[in-house]
Structure formats: C-alpha cells, structure tokens
C-alpha cells in the first residue's frame, strides 16, 4: 500500500508542529568541515558467552570500533541506496533519524533513494516499501512517532523470511539497510548482517539505538534515543501530580512507568521530580526483597508520614518491578517458557507449573493473575505494561495498614490515586536533546552504509556537550550480546542495561531517598520546552553516567528544605530553569490597572452597566443581592473623582474549589492590586482552604516578593485547599466571626460553580448580619462549567485542555505508528462535556461522546455501545483496526437509567443515618452486594447487578463534599471497552465484523490540574486577583469578577463583575448555578456545531493533529483554547466595532452639528438603547 497518498498535509499540522517542521537540528562539526576521515579502534569481543557469539558470528566477530575524524580524502561520489526500517514501539525522534539519513544522502548525490519499508521488519520480506522524498519527508521534520511508515514488532527468523529479505534488498540494489530499533531489533539486525555476508549480499546493514526504556546503553552508547524526550514528558506530569498532592493533602499517588526490563525512566523522573518514594527493581532483585516486604517498606514511609500529619505522598514503581521481585520474576520466567507455543486457561497453566511457583502464582489477586497470562509479545515476554503493579501494592498496603491500625501502629488515612504512564510519552514531538541526536545518528548511520560498514550501530558519544561537539562512530553488534534464554531457548541477543546501583544515577537517589521520603521537596519540570529556559537541559541519568557533578538539586541540603507555602517561599534550591524564569515573568494588566501601554497612572473608576436579569425565586432568596447591575472598570480621568480607598485595608482570599493551574497568581493578581492601588494594605492567604477559613489560620501577605517564587507557578501548595463547602448555618456563623475578628475588608472565593453558589449565599448571609465583609467570587476551575456571555472562561480551563490535548495528540501519534490499539480516553471535567469537547477541537480524534448530546438523545449504555462498535466495523472494512476515543468522564450521569441508579445511591448516602450502607458499600465483595442491591429499585437493582465488580466499587466510595458520586473515579472508559469488546465478539460470531479488537484505556485528570499555567492563564488569573481587589474595595458584594474581550491583547482586556444573584436558581436544597447559565455544552454553540460539521471526516480520515506542550516563548505561546475563540473572538471583535462607531458618533456630535441633528441623534440612541437593554441575558 502507498501510504504516500494517505499522508496528514502540513495544513492538518498544529502551529507549534509547523513551526517545529521549520527547526535545522545541530550537527556535529565532524560532519560541517571540509572532510571526515575513519579510524579504527582495536578488535572488540563480546558482552558475555564470548565463544558461543564468535561461533554463531564468524562474519562479524572481532570487527573494531570506527570513530569518524576530521581530515582524510573525500570518498567517491555516487548516488545511494538505503532501505529504512522502524522496529519495535515508538519513540519520539524517529522520524529524524529517517531526515539525517535522507539529508546526508542528498549531500553524497542529489539522485540519491531512500526506501522505507512499511510497519516494520514485515515490510522487508514482505517488500512492502515507499520511496521517500523530499516532500514527504519535509512533513516529518521534528515530529513525533513513526507514522511515516510505521513500525512492528515482528522479526525475521524463518529460513524464507532470511531469504526474501535477501532477494528484496538485492533486487532494489540496496547499499544498505538502516535497522531503527531498540536491543532485540539491533540483536535481529546483527543476525540479518551475518546472513546476508554469509551469503554474499552486498547490502550492509546498520543499526540505531532506539528505547525510551533507556536499557539498550552501554560504553559504547551513551543513551538510547525517545529516553530524554518520554521522561521529560513523565516528569511533567509527576510533577504536577505531585504539586496537587501537597495542595490538598489528601491522596497518596501511585504512578507505573513505562520501562519493562530497566528502571532507568523511574529513576530518572525520580531524579527530576523528587518523590517521596521510588522504588527500583534492580535494587529490589539485589535485596531478594518479596512482594510483601517491598509492601511493608511503603507501609513503614506512610506510618512515618501520618505521624508527622502527612497522609499523601508521590510513589513511583518501575512497570518492570514484578519481574525483578525474585520470587514472581522466576515464576515470568517459568510462564514465558508454559505459554511460548500457545495460549491456556488458567487451571492448564497451573498444572504445567512447579510447586514453588504454583504456590506464587495462586497467592496473587486474581486481576494480576489474569495480566500474567496475556499473550506474549513477538518476543515472547510477558506483557509487563499490561500488569497494574501499583494497584497490587496499594491492595497489599491497604491490608497491612488495617491491621497495624488495629494495633495503634497507625493512626492515619490512606486514599489512593493509581497512574500508569506510558503510550503518552512514546510518540511525544522530541525534545530539542533527541531533535538533534536523531538527526545526528541518522547522519552517522548514512556514514557508515556509504564506507560498507555492516553489522554496526551508529553511536555518538560525549552528549553533555554541545552538539557541535559529538563525537560519531559505529560500534560493532556483536560486541553488546551476550546469549539469554528465550521462548524456552538460548538466543543471542544484545545485553540490556539495568540500574547499576553503584553508579552515580543510583547513588544520588539513594543518597537523598530518605529525606525526600518525610520532606516534600517536590520538583516540577514543566513541559518540554523548545526556546529559552531549559529547553537545551540534558536528562541527569546522562549527565551523572558521563561523568557529571550531582545538582544540587539531589544533595542532602536541597533535600532537607521543605517547600511549605505555610512557612515561606519555594526554595530556589529546588527551583528548575523554567520555574526560575517564569518567576521573573510579571503577566501584563489592562489599561485601568495601569498597562504597559497605557499613559495613565493605573487609577480606576467603576462603571455600572445594565441589569441582568434574575430568576424570580432567586430575588426571593438573595433579596440583599438580586436586581444588581453588571460593573466594569475603566480608567479614571483627571477630571474623575477618585475612590475613597481608605489605607490598611484588609483583604482574604480562599481556595475553595479543586485545584486548577493559575490560582497562585489569582493571589498574585490580589496582592498587586493591594501594593500598586492601596495603602498600607494586607491580603490575608486562608491555610486549608475552608477549613482554615473557619478557625481563622492564615498567612499575612504585604508584598508581592514575598510569595514571588509562587508566581505563574502550578498547584495550590501556597495555602492549601480542603472542601469546597460553605452553606450550612455552623458555616455561615464561623466565617462571619473569622472576618469580624480579622477585620476583613474584603473576602475573595476561588472556585468553580459550587463554590459561587456558596459565595452568594454568604455574601446574603453577611447581608443579613451587618457583617461589613465584601464577598467576591472568582471563577476558577479546569471544568469550564461557569460560563455565559459574560463570563468567557474560568481559570484554568486553558491550561488543563492544553496539557490533555498534548496527551492525547501523543496517544492519536502512536495509534497512527502502530496501527494495533484503539485508545478509550475519558477526560476529566464532572458532568459537563466541555474538556472533551475542547480537546477534540484541538486533536481530532476518530470518535467523540459528548453527555449532553446522549442525553438530548435519550441514548441508554447499550447505543453508546452500539455508536463505538459501528464506528470500530467501519474502519475495520478499510483495514484501520486502532483509534482514538474521547469520552467526558461524566457520561454515564447522562444516561437515563446510570442517572437514576447514582441519583439513588447518593440518596442512601444521604440518609445512612446508622452508617449501615456506607459500611456495606467500604465492603462491597459479591457477597456484601446483595446487601446494596436490596436498598435500590428493581431497575437500578438490575443495572448494578450486570456492572463489573471493579465499577461497582467506585459507584460507592465517599461521596464529594456536595454529595454526589465521584464521576472522576468511575472508569467509565473501561465499562465501555469492556461492553464493546462483547458486541464485537457477537458481530464476529454473526459474520458482521472481520476486524481486530485490542483496547488500551486512560484516564486524563490529575496530570494537569496543577500543571504550570499557560501564558494565557497566567494572564487571566493574575487580572482576575486585581478585578476581584478592585470589587472588594468598591464595596461590590455577591459579584463574580469577569474579564472580557480575552481573545485581544492583554491590554484591551475589559476587568468588571456580574452579580452572583443573576447566574443561580434557587430551590428547597438552597442556591444553585443556573444550569441555563452555559453550564452544561450548549448544543447550538459554536464549538459544538464546529465538531459536528467534522466529525464524520474525523471518523475514518486520521486527521490526527497534536498541539504538543504548552510554550512559553516563540509564536503559539498566546495560543488560545479553540472554545474561547469559536464562542467569544466575534464577539470581542463586534463589540470593537461598537465602540469604534460609538466615537465616530461622539465625534459627529462634537462637530458643527445643528441642534435637530442632535436631537434626532439623542433620539435614535435612547431607542437603541432600549432595544439593547430588552436582550441583555
């Protein structure tokens, strides 16, 4: 197939993959002199089994290492041809190394071919290929994945797979064939060199080291290319997991790595991130450490922890950890040799096993048990990514804390979030280190096939230093490999490289392990970054192998300081490159609060607009607050009297709602309002959120450099957070006696809807009570469920898209390269649809389920089902068995019957008076589900019944702080795979459906709420923190602090508030936001109907596009979210013509204009105006 006409057109392309296709990678100066010569090194030998490799090598055995040097004669000039071939799973660069190999080519002679042969090793025998050119390649430039002709794990091993490649290579006239691939495809291309030497084929074969693993090094290679780029990118998300872990304190994170064989990514996010505990296989194999014991460890750091008042922590566990355990990785081993011929049922496997093993094997949940026995992979390994370890540890310190608990071992709280990052960081945009080495390696290997060197890898070495400085050469295969046992044979196979844990990598962690397990020194990288700050930065595994000094970062005196915004700023210690920077990067105010482009003092008056209205049974229950008009702020003339800002005032602000990136500089934002419009005046940061609220515990802010190193900053670690709760009467009465004690001028609420609903039901309250407090909301929240006409976006909801949207343009990627996995991604973002909705815009995915829409349509589970399983067959029919699908994690409250069934159980939470049902639901085993059946309705009794144990559970864990069930631990996206996986079997039974089924499920939610903000966020909250000052100090009480026209600069942003009172309902349960207040995806919106123009391309086109990660220099860093622009940049634009209108007519009327003319004028405008104020919403 040519795939060449089946190629994504640059117009498809983000703007940050255009503007990445235009980068040059760097060169070393080896290769941009005049002339390069070679040199050989001394004979090599082998890693191990020397004499067994020479017998089964005699062609290659012994062959010197080749170093590339400056001088020499100039070889003869002739046109090339080189076959390419990806081998194995993705990793980011690929498609570099194919332009290095390609640019060298066309440098030794313009009708120079280069071949790819299509998805992997099966397309040389099966001489399935496509002729590279200029163009095509031209596309690929610094992207990530290898979907240019995609890659496979199969081998070449038959007799007549040997011989076909021969006659395949040899009737295209290749000079060579370049193997791209990690220790098994290298070990394959060894044996393919010897072959064909053997046989007399004159085509030589090259090999590239290829692993995110970072497993295939050794003296000879520094690093495998994808390592650098895939744990920058774990790293990130580590990162900000772990910042909200310290916002709320509340869940201890176990995040799996990718890394089957090595714990090399584990130690090197662990390196960047700081953690409180990393566990490491190698180290566990050397201490025979057993699962239970490894589990006990964990639990000894939790007791220490919880006695300190710490019941969260950040855990990262190596995906290859179970094979390391002795006692499990003998039992693999034993598995790998029962299942190497064919697949069994549980109850054959274990008759075929040892006692010793059986006795393991059955000890284990039956969910691992059941992982342990998928199918192998082409290499006949178990499927290490497929094992949820961290879910068997946290079951196993789950047991072990209950009953230390019992014997006053442990007096804390254990709640757990599990992670597993891996496919996302495969097929990532590569990083400005494998940019650059790709390209190089490429280049190096075009070398070494042009001088006929066959049965080498092209390796540079030196890599801490500039690439203009790299050293290539080529490294003989055989001199890596020793011989393993494999399918239950010994092979030869190149030697991976595990933890050496007397190396540097190893020692810095262990180093400073036990501090960072009581101390919170957490570290966030912050996205891979392609200019400025950090973008050139090394990954400290590499550093620390060549010979590099340990950061400072990983040394006792680091590790001590505790970065607890309680008791002071972030220590610089710590500090990355890119936080420093961002530190210093001061976000731009409107005009009125004194821009950068703006000749007026930063003075500010208050405008009042018209009145929105309010629903009746609203101006009932907040009659103090209700029929208020909608403010702006604009900048006060000379001539304007000021505002009597009395000094010393006094301003609170507390987080209340869930963390979202941006809310630091909401407190930024506020603090600068104080320091540049007030005297003398304090803002008062509330600890824990609302619990801290109601005892009163603070932090006192005078100055904006006290809290600097918290500017643009992620989380809510600065003061914390708790629950987003403040109605009930004891509430009411503890924050209204916080404020009169503080003499609170002002009080600011962060927070998504529930925590405005809460807002205007305090600032009645206050009201009500001569309280002086002004209470002011901010819209704050990833969901994006507070919006209407006025209120464009909430903080965050930028930055947490972006972040998402980077995942999953990773994960569409490597679908694309693989062509074997359909991706179930559910989104976090509660009820509504809006992150999904966003998301998609920005990726374009093959399928996308949006709530409101399935209700509008009434659709039950089983047509959800039907929709994805129709959508699976009609890409089968045109050979596309993989894809993408994005579902909004609250789907399931969108359906009918799942409604009813939560709308129940959060009833019986609701009146378990004894505790009985919460007790029944803490132990729900088959057993106890009878006893939560009973208590629902036969219809709901139905559906719960026929639900998978696993959904069962998270339908019952605690209910959130508004009772309602937990949407974002319901895995909604596995029930589907689940369901779907069953419809097709029953279409493949009925003769429907031909096609391959194998899911792969995630879940986006954690990894980016306390991401560092985007530009734009950084920018929308720090004028929010001066809007919501600005309402406090007018006296602006029960208002929601807006900034309008945010799709226009900065500077022509329009500060305001709008009353609380005009966005709710109220009924007999109390305040609620109005869901007709754009609460929910509106159906008729511009974003909706943008995706339902497209979606049917999308479904069997791949029009994949990946926005990559959220920038800070360079021309996307003011991108926009794609919702923002659809609904809100006519509308900025409109009103911009208004105004523009609006002083034409001014300057008319200033004019020699008769008096008839200025009364007609005057007229015609208090009709319009009239008009206007009858469609104001």
């Known amino acids: 197939r040519d795939r060449g006409r089946d190629r994504k057109m640059t117009k498809q ?15 070393p100066k080896v290769f ?47 046109p090339l041809k080189i076959g390419a071939v990806l081998s194995g799973g993705q990793a980011a660069g690929g498609h570099n190394v194919i332009a290095g190999l390609f640019d060298y080519m066309q440098t030794m002679h313009a009708e120079s071919i280069l071949y790819g042969f299509l998805d992997g090793p099966h397309g040389v025998f099966s001489n399935r290929y496509l002729q590279l050119d200029k163009d095509l390649i031209n596309q690929y430039r610094n992207q990530g994945g290898f979907d240019i002709i995609g890659s496979g794990r199969h081998k070449i091993e038959t007799p007549d797979q040997f011989a076909a490649s021969k006659e395949n290579c040899e009737k295209l006239g290749l000079d060579g064939l370049v193997v791209i691939g990690g220790d098994d495809s290298n070990t394959n291309a060894a044996v393919l060199a010897e072959y064909f030497k053997k046989t007399g084929c004159t085509t030589v074969v090259c090999g590239v080291p290829k692993t995110i693993d970072g497993d295939l090094k050794n003296d000879l290679i520094e690093i495998s290319f994808g390592f650098d780029t895939a744990t920058k990118t774990y790293a990130e998300l580590i990162g900000n997991i772990a910042i909200d872990a310290k916002s709320t304190k509340k869940y201890y994170h176990f995040v799996r790595l990718m ?51 710490k019941n969260f922590g950040i855990v990262l566990v190596p995906e290859g950890l179970i094979e390391f355990v002795p006692q499990v990785g003998g039992l693999i081993k034993e598995l790998n040799d029962v299942l190497s011929k064919e697949h069994m049922e549980e109850e054959e496997v274990v008759s075929r096993l040892s006692a010793t093993n059986t006795e393991v094997f059955l000890s284990l949940p039956a969910l691992i048990r059941a992982q342990l026995l998928l199918d192998r992979d082409p290499h006949g390994n178990v499927q290490v990514s497929r094992i949820e370890t961290e879910q068997l540890l946290v079951h196993m310190c789950i047991d072990e804390l209950a009953i230390r608990a019992q014997d006053g071992r442990y007096c804390g709280k254990f709640m757990t979030q599990s992670h597993f990052f891996g496919y996302e960081g495969r097929s990532c945009l590569p990083s400005n280190f494998d940019s650059n080495y790709c390209y190089s390696l490429g280049y190096t290997a075009g070398v070494a096939v042009s001088r006929g060197l066959t049965g080498y890898m092209a390796v540079l070495r030196g890599l801490t230093k500039p690439p203009e400085e790299w050293q290539p050469a080529a490294a003989p295969l055989t001199s890596m490999m020793n011989v393993e046992r494999r399918r239950g044979t010994n092979k030869p196979v190149i030697q991976k490289a595990l933890v050496e844990l007397d190396g540097v990598p190893f020692q810095c962690l262990a180093a400073v392990r036990s501090l960072w397990a009581m101390h919170d020194c957490y570290r966030n990288p912050g996205p891979i970054q392609f200019s400025g700050a950090g973008a050139d930065d090394v990954n400290f595994v590499l550093r620390y192998t060549t010979g590099s000094q340990p ?26 490159a890119l936080e420093k920077e961002r ?17 007026h003092s930063g003075s500010f008056k208050l405008r009042t607009g018209a009145t929105p209205p ?45 963390q979202t990136p941006g809310g630091h500089n909401l407190i930024c934002g506020l603090v600068h309002f104080a320091e540049t419009q007030l005297k003398d005046a304090t803002v008062l940061g509330f600890k824990n959120g609302t619990l801290g609220l109601f005892e009163g515990e603070h932090i006192e802010i005078k100055s904006l450099s006290q809290i600097r190193s918290y500017l643009n900053r992620g989380g809510y670690d600065l003061v914390g957070r ?5 109605r009930t009467p004891t509430q009411l009465q503890k924050v209204a006696a916080t404020c009169v004690k503080l003499r609170l001028d002002g009080l600011v609420l962060v927070g998504g809807p529930t925590t405005n609903q809460d807002a205007a039901t305090v600032a009645e309250y206050f009201s009500g009570q001569k309280v002086a407090t002004v209470v002011v909301g901010v819209n704050c929240n990833v969901d994006g469920d507070l919006k209407d006409n006025s209120i464009e976006t909430p903080v965050g909801f930028d930055t947490a898209t972006k972040v998402y949207s980077q995942l999953i343009g990773n994960i569409e990627t490597d679908a694309l390269s693989a062509k074997k996995y359909y991706y179930f991604i559910r989104l976090m973002g509660r009820a509504p649809s809006h992150i999904t909705l966003e998301c998609a815009l920005q990726t374009r995915p093959n399928l996308v389920l949006i709530g409101e829409e399935a209700a509008d349509k009434k659709q039950s589970i089983s047509d959800i089902v039907g929709v994805i399983a129709d959508a699976i067959c009609a890409r089968a029919k045109i050979g596309k068995n993989y894809g993408v699908i994005l579902l909004p994690e609250g789907l399931i409250s969108h359906l009918p019957v799942f409604q009813q069934l939560i709308n129940e159980i959060n009833a019986l939470f609701k009146s378990d008076e004894d505790g009985s049902f919460k007790q029944a639901a803490a132990q729900l085993t088959r057993r106890e589900s009878a006893a939560v059946i009973k208590r629902l309705t036969p219809w709901s009794g139905g559906l719960f019944t026929i639900l998978p144990d696993q959904v069962q559970r998270e339908l019952l864990l605690d209910r959130e702080s508004g009772g309602s069930v937990q949407l974002s631990q319901v895995a909604s996206e596995r029930l589907l795979a689940h369901l779907v996986g069953q419809e097709l079997d029953e279409r493949k039974k009925a003769g429907k459906y031909k096609g391959g089924f194998s899911p792969i499920c995630h879940f986006f939610g954690y990894q980016a709420r306390c991401s560092m903000p985007s530009e734009y966020d950084c920018a929308l909250s720090f004028v929010l923190g001066n809007t919501a000052g600005a309402l406090a100090v007018s006296g602006c009480t029960g208002y929601l602090a807006t900034v309008q026209n945010t799709t226009d600069s900065v500077e022509h942003w329009q500060p305001g508030g709008v009353p609380l009172a005009s966005l709710v309902n109220c009924h007999s349960a109390g305040v609620v936001i109005a869901n007709g207040h754009g609460s929910e995806v509106d159906l008729e919106g511009a974003a909706y109907c943008k995706l339902r123009a497209v979606r049917n391309e999308w479904l069997l086109g791949d029009c994949y596009t990946n926005p990559g990660p959220i920038q800070f220099h360079g021309p996307t860093m003011l991108r926009r979210n794609a ?19 609006c002083g034409e007519i001014q300057d008319h009327c200033r004019a020699n204009i008769t008096d008839a003319g200025l009364d007609a004028t005057l007229l015609q405008l208090e009709s319009l105006r009239k008009i206007v104020g009858r469609m104001v919403t």
């Open 583 to 599: 530190q210093q990067s001061l976000p731009e105010v409107p005009r009125v609060f004194g821009g950068a482009s703006c000749g």
């Open 722 to 726: 708790s629950v987003d709760m403040l």
């Open 13 to 27: 392309f983000s703007e940050l993959q255009q503007h990445r296709l235009e980068h040059q990678p760097r060169l």
């Open 32 to 78: 941009t002199g005049e002339q390069f010569t070679l040199r050989a090194g001394a004979k090599t030998t082998a890693m191990g089994n020397e004499s067994d490799i020479q017998e089964l090598f005699p062609q290659l055995y012994g062959q010197p290492i080749i170093e590339f040097v400056v001088g020499g004669v100039a070889p003869p000039i002739r």
């Open 259 to 309: 890394g089957r064989s090595a714990s090399h990514i584990a130690l090197e996010c662990a390196l960047q991130t700081c953690p409180n505990v990393c566990l490491i296989g190698e180290e566990a194999q050397a201490k025979k450490q057993t699962l239970k014991e490894i589990a006990y460890s964990l639990c000894d750091t939790i007791c220490e922890r919880a006695a300190a008042g």
């Open 551 to 576: 950061d400072l970062v990983h040394t006792a005196a680091a590790a001590c300081y505790e970065t607890n915004g309680y008791d002071g700023p972030v220590s610089t210690l710590t500090a990355t």
């Open 1123 to 1141: 919702t923002l622009e659809l609904e809100h940049k006519q509308r900025t634009q409109t009103r911009s013509e208004i105004a523009k209108l």
């Open 614 to 658: 309010n629903k009746p049974d609203a101006a009932a229950r907040l009659p103090s607050i209700s029929n208020l008009p909608s403010v702006l702020f604009v900048p006060r003339a000379a001539s304007d009297e000021p505002l009597p800002l009395r000094a010393g005032q006094r301003l609170g602000i507390v987080f209340c709602g869930r």
